[in-house]
């Protein structure tokens, strides 16, 4: 037992090993953090320890684990992922029975299941990555799988109260990274179902976004993310959520070039001790543009043996190069994680065709399409709770499917709100997002001259590019009778702009999900967008014959990306609006009955899981 003894900064290293901690190169010596952690796995390290189903508080007592075989005592390291990362679910209802009101969904499998991310709302979140980490656990750990998510703990003053309920979990480790041991801790809040695990470094404490302020991206996003990356690896191990740790049988789900060291670290500094050995790892690709790029001279900050460098390098074409001399080498931190990961997935079906195309790869097409195999698409889902018509608090007047009434007067509401005349028959349509190429804010700026001649109102909601700020305002000058531009964010007004307008525009360049389509269609707002990545797959387009003329289709498509594709789509959408009053009624109701819940998204998750533990894990 006491070679297995973990060192307060280390992974835990395999039974009767004497080889070296992954993260420390001396001999691992018992700690009094070590001791009380092998204490606490009084079951055998490798066991998946899981909370019931039924909402437990902090002062629940500990559930019963299983129990060891004589030939687990005697190999612990050789456990199945049926014995230690699977519990059968008939179990699971026996456990919960008598302890729920409610019928839990049912699943033949469950999980330790560690998120790893930059953002997860609403802790912090600056887009669709932080929705999908703030909700897509949830529904996880409902599904009876037990959830941990890892993200820094952001405090810049104004985000400081959104980790008012996280408790220091008395854990400090230090990482080898950066030409130093850079020390952060552990901060824990349970919450519908999951672990939400935030780890603290002063580097997490400025102004501004989690990844830059007003000046731009922060200089040190590279540290910034590798100490999340190795603090995400070793909380399974350290941390006693609920009076038990996850252990090592746990399948990580990282998401985006912030996270994508942890898979790359599971190779390189766990699995050569025998540490997560049966674990696996999923990386979730919600926007291949950012990719985590930075100078070849890095590398040996990330604490990685120089053998793993080939998993990361990454060689700048001669045209992408700033000079004669530039060898254009660098370090490509997502690169790696697409190389090392079990699977991987994006975040619709679209999507995950256009990564393997030079249009859309960003450079790593060729490697994305080497792992085909392996590679799926999974539309994300939309809280539902937050983004309901019927109980929704950010609107004045709630509607239904089955009551339309209120529709009209949100809308009547919004047009007072910012001015514009009070007119029902006049198309309202909407605007929400970035204001930067991808969202397609050009083509909008190049089409609204020639769109305002029709009798239309437009409204934009948006920040990001100066220019286009200032056009937005120049344009309100205009256009006073007609357009409508907030620059800036705000939660309450992106509410009732999807409540309020008849149509939304999403010009999009490339749209990995998008979520403001599925948004809108709940609301009976009919989208008009870009055909591409998440928005061809969810917004179908208008046929009014089909059906035996009852007609389908939730909106329009438009292509190609053109000024004339885009004005042709709105001219029907417009025209129907005020022409076909039933067939407009139909398309409302048809995308207010679409099923965009996180529950069907989760069912589809659950399927790669079961694909992911059926080839062993990857060994560089």
């Not at 001791?35 to 796995?41: D, Q």
């Not at 256009?354 to 392996?374: D, F, Y």
């Not at 965009?596 to 989760?602: I, K, N, P």
């Amino acid at each position: 037992m006491a070679a297995a003894l973990r060192v307060s900064c280390s992974p835990v290293a395999a039974r009767g090993s004497a080889k070296p901690s992954p993260l420390d190169p001396a001999i691992c010596q018992p700690t009094a953090v070590g001791l009380s952690c092998w204490k606490r796995r009084a079951c055998g390290p490798l066991f998946a320890r899981r909370r019931c189903v039924a909402e437990r508080s902090k002062e629940d007592p500990p559930v019963p684990v299983l129990a060891e075989t004589e030939d687990e005592k005697t190999q612990p390291d050789e456990v199945s992922v049926s014995s230690a990362a699977v519990i059968d679910n008939r179990e699971e209802e026996e456990e919960a029975e008598g302890t729920e009101e409610e019928e839990q969904p049912q699943t033949r499998l469950t999980y330790n299941i560690v998120f790893v991310t930059a953002e997860a709302a609403p802790y912090s979140k600056t887009g669709g990555l932080g929705d999908v980490c703030g909700s897509l656990p949830i529904a996880l750990a409902t599904r009876g799988h037990r959830v941990m998510v890892v993200s820094p703990r952001y405090l810049n003053g104004d985000s400081d109260k959104n980790f008012a309920n996280a408790v220091d979990v008395g854990r400090r480790i230090k990482i080898p990274c950066f030409g130093g041991e850079q020390e952060v801790t552990f901060f824990h809040e349970y919450r519908a179902g999951v672990d939400w695990v935030f780890v603290d470094h002063f580097c997490y404490h400025r102004d501004g976004n989690p990844y830059g302020d007003r000046y731009g991206a922060f200089g040190d996003n590279q540290f910034r993310f590798t100490l999340l990356c190795y603090a995400a690896c070793e909380a399974p191990l350290v941390l006693p959520l609920g009076g038990y740790i996850y252990g090592q049988n746990c399948l990580f789900l990282v998401n985006d070039w912030h996270a994508s060291l942890v898979p790359v670290l599971l190779g390189a500094k766990y699995r050569p001790y025998g540490v997560y050995k049966d674990a696996r790892s999923i990386l979730v690709i919600h926007n291949l543009a950012h990719q985590g790029v930075e100078a070849a001279t890095t590398y040996q900050n990330l604490g990685l043996p120089s053998e793993w460098y080939g998993a990361l390098e990454w060689v700048f074409p001669p045209w992408a190069r700033t000079h004669a001399l530039d060898k254009g080498e660098a370090v490509n931190i997502l690169k790696g994680a697409i190389v090392t990961a079990d699977r991987i997935v994006t975040v619709s079906q679209g999507y995950s065709w256009e990564i393997t195309t030079v249009e859309g790869g960003h450079g790593l097409n060729e490697l994305l399409s080497s792992r085909k195999s392996v590679l799926n698409g999974i539309t994300n889902g939309i809280d539902v709770d937050d983004w309901d018509p019927a109980s929704d608090k950010f609107i004045p007047f709630h509607y239904s499917i089955d009551d339309l009434s209120g529709k009209a007067q949100c809308k009547a509401a919004l047009q007072k709100e910012l001015g514009l005349a009070i007119r029902p028959d006049c198309p309202l349509i909407g605007f929400i997002g970035r204001l930067d190429y991808q969202k397609g804010t050009d083509l909008i700026k190049l089409a609204l001259p020639e769109l305002l001649q029709d009798d239309i109102q437009f409204i934009m909601l948006g920040s990001g590019d100066p220019d286009t700020e200032d056009w937005m305002r120049s344009a309100e000058s205009t256009y006073r009778e007609k357009f409508r531009g907030w620059v800036g964010f705000n939660v309450s007004i992106s509410h009732r702009i999807t409540a309020g307008c008849d149509i939304l525009l999403m010009p999009s360049r490339f749209e990995p999900c998008g979520l403001n389509q599925l948004y809108a269609m709940r609301y009976g707002t009919v989208p008009v967008v870009h055909c591409t990545g998440g928005l061809r797959d969810t917004v179908e387009d208008f046929h009014p014959f089909a059906e035996e003329g009852s007609g389908q289709g939730s909106g329009w498509t438009f292509s190609p990306l053109s000024k004339d594709s885009m004005l042709g789509a709105l001219t029907m959408a417009i025209e129907t609006f005020r022409e076909h009053k039933s067939s407009w009624e139909g398309l409302m109701k048809r995308g207010m009955s679409r099923d965009f819940t996180w529950d069907s998204a989760a069912a589809q998750y659950e399927q790669i899981f079961e694909w992911v533990f059926v080839d062993p894990p990857y060994v560089g």
